[in-house]
Nanobody, 126 residues
Framework: QVQLAESGGGLVQAGGSLRLSCVVS????????MGWFRQAPGKEREFVVA????????GYADSVKGRFTISRDNAKNTVYLQMNSLKPEDTAVYYC???????????????????WGQGTQVTVSS
């Protein structure tokens, strides 16, 4: 059974930084495309960033380009999300997701991911 466990969320002031981690178990991690999504209260879950299974390609939502960076360590079965210059509008529950379709590219749609973590809260104060 594939399981994803996020960590690293918390409360930070605007302009600050956080690093989220997601450890994946139960699958061959190097075969999984990975993504980060977020959901604010009263809003739909939205795409933030994704990385292909090789790590060779990445995609970012316009709202986070230049501030967030995704990376992966296939030896540790872990994907990271480095978030800099955080803004109050970044406040949300952040979810890690795995795509096990063996796609060589990354995906940006919720429906294209097969497994999800429980989420980690990120709160940015103004």
């Amino acid at each position: 059974q594939v399981q994803l466990a996020e960590s690293g969320g918390g409360l930070v002031q605007a302009g600050g930084s956080l690093r989220l981690s997601c450890v994946v178990s139960g699958c061959t991690f190097s075969r999984c495309g990975m993504g980060w999504f977020r959901q604010a209260p009263g809003k739909e879950r939205e795409f933030v960033v994704a990385i292909s299974r090789s790590g060779g390609t990445t995609g970012y939502a316009d709202s986070v380009k230049g501030r967030f960076t995704i990376s992966r360590d296939n030896a540790k079965n872990t994907v990271y999300l480095q978030m800099n210059s955080l803004k109050p509008e970044d406040t949300a529950v952040y979810y890690c997701a795995a795509d096990v379709s063996w796609s060589t590219y990354y995906h940006t749609s919720v429906s294209e991911y097969d497994y999800w973590g429980q989420g980690t809260q990120v709160t940015v104060s103004s």
